[in-house]
């Protein structure tokens, strides 16, 4: 997701799209600093070492992909959205 982030934020650079550009880092860079925070608070712990597919040294809870996947990919077509001037793909307030 940080590959993903860092991309969609150069091509909203380029686009002359900064302030959007900015969000998606600020917001990918957030996500990873509440993943760190939550892992901390939580603490839990992995499954035993004979049960696990992978070695992972990190607290199992919360689920780090699932943050960061919403949090960018939610943040991409949300500046999408806003940004399409197509009237199929607009949203309108009621």
Do not use: C
């Not at 590959?3 to 860079?29: F, Y």
């Not at 597919?53 to 996947?69: C, D, F, K």
Request: no cysteine; proline share 5%; glycine share 10%.
């Amino acid at each position: 997701m940080a590959v993903l982030a860092l991309i969609g934020a150069a091509v909203l650079w380029r686009l002359r799209r900064q302030a959007e550009a900015a969000l998606v880092v600020i917001a990918a860079v957030g996500s990873s600093l509440l993943i760190t925070g939550f892992k901390k608070l939580y603490g839990r712990d992995r499954p035993p070492v004979a049960q696990r597919l992978t070695v992972e040294t990190n607290a199992a809870l919360p689920s780090g992909h699932s943050l960061g996947s919403l949090v960018v990919l939610g943040g991409l077509a949300t500046v999408v959205v806003l940004l399409t001037r197509r009237p199929a793909v607009q949203t309108r307030g009621p």
